[in-house]
């Protein structure tokens, strides 16, 4: 089946400081990728979708100048986290968009990555 | 399994009119979620109930939680065409992992 992956998979960083974060599609291309985050006990919420090639849509609320946002790939997407603050530690997920044919609205999901920001 | 399972699959009705979704689970959860998805999008958070709550309310939608059954049901009242979406019901049992069922799609029909 399809594997997304993450990197890193916990990070720790101190305030100010600029932390990245990949998400990879292992066996399939995708056009489109997700990012979520996640705070403890708490629901997923869509930070934004990226889209290969062209700019990423935020959702509303999302800073895009904070939360940078590159996919420059077929497989990968890449999501940075700038000056980092304290209120940034949380649990950030992203899912790929199989859109092979096989499979309709399909979202294959990464293991997630862990911030946590002294 | 922890996952939980929504019915019906698909669902069509008349603008306007109210949507129904139920959710069942088979497990004890901390809280419980609905997620829509609209074609090619990401998954975005409605709302979240937790077990010791029973009924509640946002906006045009209304979930209920009967946790001595082990299930759910969103209602969409006054449904709309930009309602067409599929909507996942996801349960928390261990504060970080998710269980999300097969979706129920409703087409709102203009």
């Known amino acids: 089946g399809a594997v997304v992956s993450q990197h890193p998979s916990w990070v720790i960083c101190k305030s100010g400081t600029s932390v990245k974060i990949e998400c990879r599609s292992l066996?399939?291309?995708?056009?489109?990728m997700f990012w979520y985050r996640q705070f403890p006990k708490q629901s997923l919420m869509l930070m934004a979708t990226?889209?290969?090639?062209?700019?990423?849509?935020?959702e509303q609320g999302v800073e895009k100048d904070k939360f940078l946002i590159n996919h420059a790939s077929l497989t990968l997407s890449t999501l940075t986290v700038t000056s980092a603050h304290p209120e940034d530690s949380s649990f950030y997920i992203c899912?790929?968009?199989?859109?092979?044919?096989?499979?309709?609205?399909?979202?294959?999901f990464g293991p997630g990555t862990r911030l946590t920001v002294l | 399994s922890q996952q939980g399972e929504e019915d019906p699959q698909a669902l069509s009705i008349q603008e306007g009119e109210n949507a129904t979704m139920n959710c069942s689970y088979k497990?004890?959860?901390?809280?419980l979620q609905w997620y829509r998805q609209n074609s090619g999008r990401g998954l975005v958070h409605l709302i979240l109930?937790?077990?010791?709550?029973r009924e509640k309310h946002s906006g045009r939608l209304r979930v209920t939680l009967d946790t001595s059954k082990k299930s759910s049901s969103l209602l969409i009242t006054a449904s709309r065409a930009a309602d067409t979406a599929s909507y996942f019901c996801?349960?928390?049992?261990?504060?970080?992992?998710?269980?999300f069922g097969t979706g129920t799609s409703l087409t709102v029909i203009p």
């Open positions: 066996d399939f291309q995708a056009t489109t």
């Open positions: 497990t004890s959860i901390n809280n």
């Open positions: 899912s790929a968009d199989d859109a092979s044919g096989r499979a309709v609205d399909t979202q294959y």
């Open positions: 990226s889209n290969e090639g062209s700019k990423a849509t935020y």
């Open positions: 996801a349960t928390d049992a261990k504060g970080n992992q998710f269980y």
């Open positions: 109930i937790r077990s010791n709550e």
